[in-house]
């Protein structure tokens, strides 16, 4: 079945310590989407790429960077991950528009 | 800005009984309105959608209506089950070419006890 994998779906991270959280598509579309959702809180954007095209928002902290090397994969980089960055990330696919969008299971990380 | 206030949760109900979660919205446009469920463990699922005015979302026995007047978005169920218990997330979106992002309540969770 064509879906959005995430890997891992629990990650552990130092505070401090860079860490990366993954994201593949088998679903061939062309926007992909990295949300932020704290326990108890509405998922918050926090980039999007259309094909190359990245687009930040504008209150994504600079500690948060993305990274599409093809269509099928996109990655999310904390550099320097604190306690607050603590979250479930969900990464989203869409062909274009938010009628199509297909979420991933998500990845939870932990940071201490 | 654009932002959308849900029924705080959690939200508890006997099997069969009817469901209502509120949703409101502010935005500068039209937007598109959204119900996601996420059920335990796994990502958000679209369960509806309407995209202007007057139309009636509807999937698996959920229907929420767009009403521009009230700017609400409300979910309902007329016999609920156990295996909807989910955390339901209203969203909204104005959809521009090349700015695609779901705006989300903070989501409310429904529990169904046999």
């Known amino acids: 079945d064509a879906m959005v994998i995430q890997n891992p779906r629990y990650q552990v991270t130092q505070f401090g310590k860079p860490v990366t959280l993954s994201c593949s598509q088998t679903?061939?579309?062309?926007?992909m989407y990295w949300y932020q959702q704290k326990s108890s809180q509405a998922p918050k954007l926090l980039f999007h790429y259309y094909d190359k095209d990245f687009n930040n928002e504008a209150d994504t902290p600079d500690n948060f960077q993305s990274r599409r090397p093809n269509t099928s994969f996109c990655f999310l980089d904390i550099r320097s991950p604190g306690l607050g960055d603590a979250a479930m990330y969900l990464c989203a696919t869409s062909p274009r528009g938010v009628y199509g969008y297909t979420f991933g299971s998500g990845t939870r990380l932990t940071v201490v | 800005g654009d932002s959308v206030t849900q029924m705080e949760g959690p939200v508890t109900l006997s099997e069969e009984a009817f469901l209502t979660i509120n949703c409101t919205y502010t935005?500068?446009?039209?937007?598109?309105l959204f119900w996601y469920v996420q059920y335990p463990g796994e990502g958000l699922q679209l369960l509806l959608k309407a995209t202007k005015a007057d139309d009636k979302g509807s999937n698996k026995g959920f229907e929420a209506t767009y009403r521009k007047e009230t700017t609400s978005f409300h979910l309902e169920k007329g016999s609920v089950q156990v295996s909807d218990s989910a955390v339901y997330f209203c969203?909204?979106?104005?959809?521009?070419?090349?700015?695609?992002?779901?705006?989300f309540g903070t989501g409310t969770r429904l529990t169904i006890i046999p």
């Open positions: 679903l061939n579309h062309n926007v």
């Open positions: 969203a909204l979106s104005l959809s521009n070419f090349g700015n695609e992002k779901l705006t």
């Open positions: 935005a500068t446009g039209y937007p598109s």
